[in-house]
């Protein structure tokens, strides 16, 4: 699985908007852009669960969402809750890490909805996914 989040990772950085693509530096190995693909990665394997039973999905805007609370037993929705928010906050810093990285944090938001939209293609089926608003299963 690792693998395949490396793999997305690696397909999202060569598809950033056309305005910045000419310029962008797709390799980025910043020690800022490792650790949160790295911190992404660990969390993965525990939001797996609830990306395959429906509880949690990928939205428009390149973030996870809790979207069926009641697929999460009432002992686990804490949980699950904080996994949404520390994996929104580490996509949030690597969007902002990538725009700095390449010295155009202007960037940020195409590189933010590029992401947005190869999340959402890469979903595998069986996952939620939101688009233009409204959830549909893959």
């Known amino acids: 699985m690792n693998n395949l989040i490396k793999f997305c990772f690696a397909l999202c950085l060569l598809c950033v908007s056309a305005a910045a693509s000419a310029q962008v530096n797709i390799e980025i190995n910043t020690p800022g852009v490792v650790a949160l693909q790295q911190s992404m990665q660990t969390r993965h394997t525990q939001l797996a669960e609830f990306y395959n039973n429906g509880a949690v999905g990928l939205t428009s805007d390149g973030m996870v969402a809790l979207r069926d609370a009641n697929?999460?037993?009432?002992?686990?929705?804490?949980?699950?809750?904080?996994?949404?928010a520390a994996e929104n906050q580490d996509r949030k810093a690597l969007y902002a890490e990538i725009a700095?990285?390449?010295?155009?944090?202007e960037w940020e938001g195409?590189?933010?909805?590029?992401?947005?939209?190869?999340?959402?293609q890469r979903a595998q089926a069986g996952w939620w996914v939101q688009i233009g608003g409204n959830w549909s299963k893959k």
Do not use: C, E
Request: net charge positive; no cysteine; aromatic share 6%.
């Open 71 to 84: 697929a999460v037993p009432l002992a686990s929705r804490q949980k699950v809750n904080g996994l949404v």
């Open 100 to 105: 700095r990285a390449n010295a155009h944090p």
């Open 110 to 120: 195409d590189i933010r909805n590029t992401f947005a939209q190869r999340w959402i």
